[in-house]
């Protein structure tokens, strides 16, 4: 069982800055890759930013620029740094994790329960 906890929302301004954090724990082998997605009110879930293990890093479009995803030192946690914060950036922000866990070594793939990012105008 691996949970992942997500925080570091809140409510800003245009302009703002914000730091997502979110800490994988549980029976972890390895994690081949964190991401953080975005869900907003009547929009489906989209993929924001992603970092696989070996350091390799992909965004979306919108953010590009903007946000920086990065692993911290245990390289169970992940970090995303948003900057010039918008007002579409509004959304719940979740953090996923996938990997090897147990000591079958089994995938996983694990969300967090999300965090709201608001930004007004």
């Known amino acids: 069982q691996v949970q992942l906890v997500e925080s570091g929302g809140g409510l800003v301004q245009a302009g703002d800055s914000l730091r997502l954090s979110c800490a994988a724990s549980g029976s972890i082998f390895s994690i081949n890759a964190m991401d953080w997605y975005r869900q907003a009110p009547g929009k489906q879930r989209e993929l924001v930013a992603a970092i696989t293990s070996g350091g390799s890093t992909n965004y979306a479009d919108s953010v590009k620029g903007r946000f920086t995803i990065s692993r911290g030192n245990t390289k169970n946690t992940v970090y995303l740094q948003m900057n010039s914060l918008k007002p579409e950036d509004t959304a719940v922000y979740y953090c996923?994790?996938?990997?090897?866990?147990?000591?079958?070594?089994?995938?996983?793939?694990?969300w967090g329960q999300g965090t709201q990012v608001t930004v007004s105008s």
């Open positions: 996923n994790a996938r990997g090897l866990a147990g000591f079958r070594r089994t995938d996983f793939s694990s």
